[in-house]
T-cell receptor
Framework: SQQGEEDPQALSIQEGENATMNCSYK?????LQWYRQNSGRGLVHLIL?????REKHSGRLRVTLDTSKKSSSLLITASRAADTASYFC??????????FGKGTHLIIQP | EAGVAQSPRYKIIEKRQSVAFWCNPI?????LYWYQQILGQGPKLLIQ????????DSQLPKDRFSAERLKGVDSTLKIQPAKLEDSAVYLC????????????FGPGTRLTVT
């Protein structure tokens, strides 16, 4: 099954800095999604980007997709303590079950 | 709008015992998923229901795991008998075509098998 691979596995930054995490994959995709998981709010959907889109914004989040390089990035600007979480990229969408990788574990230092 | 409800939130059992988890999806969501998340890993799909029918159970260890979704609403996941390696968080999620199939996850049940 299709699975994205997040990089880095762990990331620690100071509050207020920007955080960038990447996702690489090997197959053709129609959509790519990012999910966040923390102890406070559980696992939640952040954003979906379609294969014909190159960039998408949602609040402090910016996602890019380069289908030629089979990669995506998630940028969180002006990080906050509440952004401490694991972030997963998930290939595809639709009604199918999702395949998660190990995620990027982001820690925001006060 | 109420989210996905799961119970219990925590469960500790001994190996070879049985356990059941319950999930109530968001009202109107036709598709329901059960995932297993082992510590340090991402969630892994166990089974997917569309209304009360099974769509995908290819990763469900059917010798010990079973799940049902009677009447196409609530669902129960059962493990019998449990093994040490079943220690994990069990997540239930639901989705609907009207929401673009975004999956909404419950808080999960943390199972510890001793």
């Amino acid at each position: 099954s299709q699975q994205g691979e997040e990089d880095p596995q762990a990331l620690s930054i100071q509050e207020g800095e920007n955080a960038t995490m990447n996702c690489s994959y090997k197959t053709s995709i129609n959509n790519l999604q990012w999910y966040r998981q923390n102890s406070g709010r559980g696992l939640v959907h952040l954003i979906l980007i379609r294969s014909n889109e190159r960039e998408k914004h949602s609040g402090r989040l910016r996602v890019t997709l380069d289908t030629s390089k089979k990669s995506s990035s998630l940028l969180i600007t002006a990080s906050r303590a509440a952004d401490t979480a694991s972030y997963f990229c998930v290939l595809g969408g639709g009604a199918d079950g999702l395949t998660f990788g190990k995620g990027t574990h982001l820690i925001i230092q006060p | 709008e109420a989210g996905v409800a799961q119970s219990p939130r925590y469960k500790i059992i001994e190996k070879r015992q049985s356990v059941a988890f319950w999930c109530n999806p968001i009202s109107g969501h036709a598709t329901l998923y059960w995932y297993q998340q082992i510590l340090g890993q991402g969630p892994k799909l166990l089974i997917q229901f569309q209304n009360n029918g099974v769509v995908d159970d290819s990763q469900l260890p059917k010798d010990r795991f079973s799940a049902e979704r009677l009447k196409g609403v609530d669902s129960t996941l059962k493990i019998q008998p449990a093994k040490l390696e079943d220690s994990a968080v069990y997540l239930c999620a639901s989705s609907n075509a009207g929401t673009g199939y975004e999956q909404y996850f419950g808080p999960g049940t943390r199972l510890t098998v001793t």
